[in-house]
């Protein structure tokens, strides 16, 4: 069902609203709520979480014999919708980042009181999702992320089986984040990190609509769906596991490798030419052996542009 999570009014345009999909048996609190959007140039996110709402519905409807929902969702596919319809990452009325906004307020700003009503509709559900991008200049592997985790999380992270886990602190700084507020409430928060801003990478959302699904599977959400027997390896990171590798000189940057292979070190990952005479000025390496969790796409680089982040195995 989908219903509207907010409507607003505006001085000199239609009325807009913010709509979420609320899919399965009723209940007061969802047991899973996705989140998406957050910022409107993170494409990924919406498209996965809108393909997962068509899925959903159409299990609720019984297009799938086999499955049943068992328990209550909620999906806001598009948190900025303005953002989304204008291809920015900020609200585009004032500019401010919605993820910065939390925990909100009902009579605030406009960004206050959106963060307000998702936190509300999110706040009380057993898992929390909230799937973000990295830049539009940089693509990252599809990963869950965790933030200050409990045990249970980190256990639970393992249910979507995707190939990178990594974990971070909770940011003293950024305490205005949805995370933030999600955590003081009970229940288990994770964030996904698929890909990159600006464009929908087919793959990638594949990828993460599978794991969620594996998810609501191994959950109890969802009943009936086939889980494979995973023979890939999950692996966590911390932050102190993360190699960057910088651009030493200007020019133009160009890698032909996949994010979520394994690298060797001293194995070459891209070059940098000249962006005049088109003779290759830098051959870039990993300096250790692992994982490719990054890598720069936009190809015109300045001295000291982030290239590749490559994860170290624990
Ligand atoms: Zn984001």
Redesign the pocket.
Known sequence: MKRNLLCMTAPVREDFDIPCHEIGPKSPHPAIALVGG??GD?IN?VFILSRLADFLTNVEAGVYKELRLNKRVLIIPAVNVLGVNLRT?TWPFDKSDI?RMFPGSTIGETTQRIAYAVLEATRRAEYRIDI??AGVDFEEVPQVRLYGPSESERETARLFALPAIMERSLSPVFTTTLMSSWKVWPGESFML?VGQ?GTVQLDHCQRVFRALVSFLGRCGVLEGVKLSVDDEEICCFDKASAHRIYAEKAGTFVSDRQVGRWVRAGQELGYIYDSFNGNVIEKVVSPVAGLLSGIRRHPLLFEGDLLLRVNKKK
């Open positions: 957050l910022h993170e996110g990452r993820n973000h991008t990190r801003a």
